[in-house]
């Protein structure tokens, strides 16, 4: 069974970096065509795709965030971490990490439940 | 840079009814490359399709997507209470290499 699960601060101070875990089960980073990605939701917003990183460790991100942004994997602990600097109240949002397979049509086939950031002094 | 819009922003319908929601990219997306989703309140996103057509695991087939290039449609045939929801296409490959639509509400007429 697939599984992963997004792990972090609920509250962060403007101007902090924000880091964030998403711990996956039942798929190996390391197989070719798997990506693991965030993406973000403020509330009664849309979502939003933030980074990606791939089987062979390449990364992408969102254009107009990718200064902030830095996504890193930890194979060996079955783990995607993901930095935001320059934390500020426009970043409050439910925050996801979801799997990809390039080869089931660049889709998200498997969420993890979200966990909410709350940007606030 | 690609931009997925939806339309229309919400759709009131009833039980029964046939539901059409459209996703138009500013660009031409690969059909192999065009998804959509659905999301309740409280919840993550699933998955309904993706390659534009096919059906993720264990979506009914009341659900059906088609398009190509820049016009795409997520078809819903007859209206079930749990198919109330809100709905958003996704592309992925055309720089940026992922786009979300700003979504559709189906709400209850």
């Known amino acids: 069974q697939v599984t992963l699960r997004e792990s972090g601060p609920a509250l962060v101070k403007p101007t902090q970096t924000l880091t964030l875990t998403c711990t996956f089960s039942g798929f190996s980073l390391s197989t070719s065509g798997m990506c693991v990605s965030w993406i973000r939701q403020p509330p009664g917003k849309a979502l939003e795709w933030l980074a990606l990183?791939?089987?062979?460790?390449?990364?992408y991100y969102s254009t107009s965030l990718k200064t902030r942004l830095t996504i890193s994997k930890d194979t060996s602990k079955n783990q995607v971490v993901l930095t935001m600097t320059n934390m500020d109240p426009v970043d409050t949002a439910t925050y996801y990490c979801?799997?990809?397979?390039?080869?089931?049509?660049?889709?998200?086939?498997?969420w993890g439940q979200g966990t909410m950031v709350t940007v606030s002094s | 840079e690609i931009v997925l819009t939806q339309s229309p922003g919400t759709l009131s319908l009833s039980p029964g009814e046939r539901a059409t929601l459209s996703c138009r990219a500013s660009q031409s997306v690969s059909s192999s490359y065009l998804a959509w989703y659905q999301q309740k309140p409280g919840q993550a996103p699933r998955l309904l399709i993706y390659g534009a057509s096919s059906r993720a695991t264990g979506i009914p087939d009341r659900f059906s997507g088609s398009g190509s290039g820049t016009d795409f449609t997520l078809t819903i045939s007859r209206l079930e209470p749990e198919d109330f929801a809100v709905y958003y296409c996704q592309q992925y490959g055309s720089s940026p290499l992922l786009t979300f639509g700003g979504g559709t509400k189906v709400e209850i007429k």
């Open positions: 990183i791939d089987w062979d460790d390449d990364k």
């Open positions: 979801a799997r990809i397979r390039v080869g089931y049509g660049g889709a998200f086939d498997i």
